[in-house]
């Protein structure tokens, strides 16, 4: 039987809190492209006064940004393969050695997301719903380049077959889970809020000091609920292989004749 939405909450904060001095070093680690890119959206400006060249300013910052989430994907590879081990009661891997193996199928990642995205974007512009179903059986082909070295379209492949005739169990189980953690994340921003004294219009139009520190801390928030947020789909890609479909194929009866008496 799959693993239960409760079992499946209760497990990932086990995990984290059981594991909380290797998995908030990974949050740590994240923090800094986090922060990195929090910080370049100041750079624009900048970049464009020192080239002289809208253009030119406007590229290097592209690239920056595209940089600095290239780092922060590796890093969140590496959180996941650390989380498979630690919830199989594996030793964690050495953290250099994890984030070199991460970088090193970082080009494999990117195509599997960039397959996944396109066939998901494909679905959404036919209709809502085939989007959605594409997002649901897709939504572990990194967890199957990670952890069981599928690459390409073999990833996309496994994955919909640990999804297929369980779509509505694991799609039930990431949409509680992601509106359980979207209400707890929203309340602790809330207090961060009430406790610089600002408001939604403030944060949108104003660029203070109270603003600054509410984004800090906003990020700050986000990446050391990381390991949580990473945990719970890796978590459920792995009870999905432990708990395969009992798939029967039902005996094909044969029909006798009943046997004829001699005359």
């Given at each position: 039987?799959?693993?239960s939405?409760?079992?499946?909450?209760?497990?990932?904060?086990k995990?984290?809190?059981?594991?909380?001095?290797?998995?908030a070093?990974?949050?740590g680690?994240?923090?800094?492209?986090?922060?990195?890119?929090m910080f370049?959206?100041?750079?624009?400006?900048?970049?464009?006064?020192?080239?002289q060249?809208?253009?030119?300013?406007?590229?290097?910052y592209?690239?920056?940004?595209?940089?600095?989430?290239?780092?922060?994907?590796?890093?969140s590879?590496?959180?996941?393969?650390?989380?498979?081990?630690?919830?199989?009661?594996?030793?964690?891997?050495?953290?250099v050695i994890?984030?070199?193996?991460?970088l090193?199928?970082?080009?494999?990642?990117?195509?599997?997301?960039?397959?996944?995205?396109?066939a998901?974007?494909?679905?959404?512009?036919?209709?809502?719903?085939?989007?959605?179903?594409?997002?649901?059986?897709?939504?572990?082909?990194?967890?199957?380049?990670?952890?069981d070295?599928?690459?390409?379209t073999?990833?996309?492949?496994f994955?919909?077959?640990?999804?297929?005739g369980?779509?509505?169990?694991?799609?039930?189980r990431?949409?509680?889970?992601?509106?359980?953690?979207?209400?707890?994340i929203g309340?602790l921003?809330?207090?961060?809020?009430m406790i610089?004294?600002?408001?939604?219009?403030?944060?949108q139009?104003?660029?203070?000091?109270?603003?600054?520190?509410?984004?800090l801390?906003?990020?700050i928030?986000?990446?050391f609920?990381?390991p949580l947020?990473?945990?719970?789909?890796?978590?459920?890609?792995?009870?999905?292989?432990n708990?395969?479909?009992?798939?029967r194929?039902?005996?094909?009866t044969?029909?006798t004749?009943?046997?004829?008496?001699?005359?």
């Amino acid at each position: 039987m799959l693993i239960s939405t409760i079992d499946l909450i209760s497990r990932s904060a086990k995990l984290y809190r059981d594991n909380l001095k290797t998995l908030a070093t990974y949050a740590g680690i994240l923090l800094i492209p986090a922060l990195l890119l929090m910080f370049a959206g100041y750079t624009l400006g900048i970049l464009i006064f020192l080239t002289q060249n809208f253009l030119l300013g406007l590229g290097l910052y592209f690239i920056l940004v595209i940089l600095l989430s290239l780092v922060g994907f590796i890093i969140s590879m590496s959180l996941i393969r650390v989380i498979a081990s630690l919830y199989q009661k594996q030793s964690a891997p050495n953290l250099v050695i994890n984030l070199k193996q991460s970088l090193s199928l970082l080009w494999p990642a990117v195509l599997v997301s960039l397959i996944s995205g396109l066939a998901i974007f494909g679905g959404f512009l036919l209709l809502v719903i085939p989007g959605i179903i594409f997002a649901i059986w897709f939504i572990f082909s990194i967890h199957a380049l990670l952890l069981d070295n599928k690459l390409g379209t073999d990833a996309l492949r496994f994955s919909k077959q640990l999804v297929a005739g369980r779509w509505g169990s694991v799609f039930w189980r990431l949409a509680a889970v992601s509106i359980l953690l979207a209400i707890l994340i929203g309340i602790l921003q809330w207090i961060i809020k009430m406790i610089f004294g600002i408001d939604n219009a403030q944060i949108q139009t104003q660029l203070t000091l109270k603003t600054g520190l509410y984004g800090l801390f906003t990020i700050i928030l986000s990446t050391f609920l990381s390991p949580l947020t990473t945990a719970i789909p890796t978590i459920l890609y792995l009870e999905l292989k432990n708990t395969p479909l009992d798939i029967r194929i039902p005996e094909k009866t044969i029909e006798t004749e009943p046997p004829t008496e001699e005359k």
